[in-house]
């Protein structure tokens, strides 16, 4: 059975691109494979945060993730900071990875590049996740299209490892949905749908209402041709829009482009098929936040079986790299 592991970030308010990009695929392989999904709060530490709010919101997102369909029976649901070996082995990872090759990352360099007091956590980060993910010798790895070029530099740093000390790690693989991959901002639809965003407007969260949603989704950016025509480069606003109805109803682009020929009718459809989608994740949310400590009990049983994962890991990796061991002799 294949292996699957992904991460989120316990930072801010869930939205439709966490959805959309990852966590419905999350939920789809938890029946196909032995899944881990990760909250990776050690990462929400490379920007300023704060530090009364990070186990709220950490237990909120791990919530969410129940809520939207993960079933702790299935899978195991966890806190990066409660398994240390994946420290453990960013580091051993770190002194394989190269100063170039970080300083290419595109989410280091739109953050913090240039910026003297930027956190030398940011830098490393995405060798943090490359230990994340290779620590659990992950054959999958479902994440949105912005997560790539994050998947790339673990693949690379795990073959760099197996040809120097053998072969250790699982190469990954990046998993992008067809559809949502990719979830535009409503108020700017060249730029991705992200926490940082800078018109609450332009996301829409999953903890939004019914009425919020439609009125985000009626004052969409879009352009003023009328056509309703999926064209990315040049339609970006209304191609989110199509893509996102189609996302949520199942319909396919083709079809959707076909039924409709003016941008009223078509966002209002688009805004019911997004409140219909996310209604039900906003049900079993309520009923989920009346029983935070079985949502927290999952938690420690996910940590439990990755930490035997990970264990196993920083074992085999220890001796590789020629670290004594208790057991040397
Ligand atoms: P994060 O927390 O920013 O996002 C979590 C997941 O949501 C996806 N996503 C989107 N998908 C489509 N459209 C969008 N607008 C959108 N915004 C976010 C992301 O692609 C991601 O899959 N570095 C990661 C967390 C991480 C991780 C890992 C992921 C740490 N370690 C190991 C996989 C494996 C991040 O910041 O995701």
């Known amino acids: 059975m294949k292996r699957v592991l992904s991460g989120v970030q316990p930072t801010g308010d869930v939205h439709l691109g966490n959805y959309l990009g990852a966590f419905r695929g999350w939920v789809q392989e938890q029946s196909n494979c032995e899944a881990l999904y990760c909250i990776v709060d050690l990462h929400a530490l490379t920007v300023d945060y704060d530090p009364k709010e990070l186990a709220e919101r950490t237990l909120d997102m791990a919530t969410y993730l129940i809520a939207c369909g993960l079933d702790p029976q299935r899978c195991s649901i966890f806190v990066q900071?409660?398994?240390?070996?994946h420290t453990y082995l960013a580091w051993i990872l770190e002194c394989n990875a190269s100063m170039g090759e970080l300083s290419r990352m595109t989410q280091f360099k739109d953050k913090g590049k240039g910026n003297d007091s930027v956190k030398v956590g940011l830098f490393t980060y995405p060798v943090l996740m490359a230990a994340d993910i290779l620590i659990y010798n992950?054959?999958?790895v479902p994440v949105g299209d912005d997560q790539r070029q994050h998947l790339e530099l673990a693949?690379?740093?795990a073959m760099r490892f197996?040809?120097?000390y053998g072969a250790t790690f699982t190469v990954p693989q990046a998993q992008v949905p067809p559809l949502g991959a990719r979830v535009m901002d409503l108020q700017d639809p060249t730029k991705k749908m992200s926490k940082s965003s800078s018109s609450p407007q332009g996301i829409i969260l999953l903890s939004d209402d019914p009425a919020t949603i439609d009125k985000k989704i009626k004052r969409a950016v879009t352009d003023n041709d009328s056509l309703v025509n999926y064209d990315p480069e040049h339609?970006?606003?209304i191609s989110n829009l199509l893509e996102l109805f189609s996302s949520a109803s199942g319909q396919s682009i083709e079809q959707i482009q076909q039924n409709y020929t003016s941008y009223g009718p078509l966002k209002s459809d688009t805004a019911q098929a997004v409140i219909e989608?996310?209604?039900p994740i906003q049900e079993r949310y309520n009923e989920l936040v009346k029983d935070r400590k079985s949502?927290?009990?999952?938690l420690a049983s996910g940590a439990e079986h990755a930490t035997s994962i990970a264990g196993a890991t920083i074992d085999q990796v220890a001796s590789a790299i020629g670290l004594i061991r208790p057991d040397y002799i």
Do not use: F, T
Request: hydrophobic share 40%; charged share 20%; net charge positive.
């Open 295 to 298: 949502v927290l009990d999952c």
């Open 235 to 237: 339609k970006p606003g």
């Open 162 to 164: 197996n040809s120097k």
């Open 155 to 157: 693949r690379n740093i």
């Open 138 to 140: 992950a054959d999958l």
């Open 81 to 85: 900071s409660q398994v240390p070996q």
């Open 277 to 279: 989608m996310i209604a």
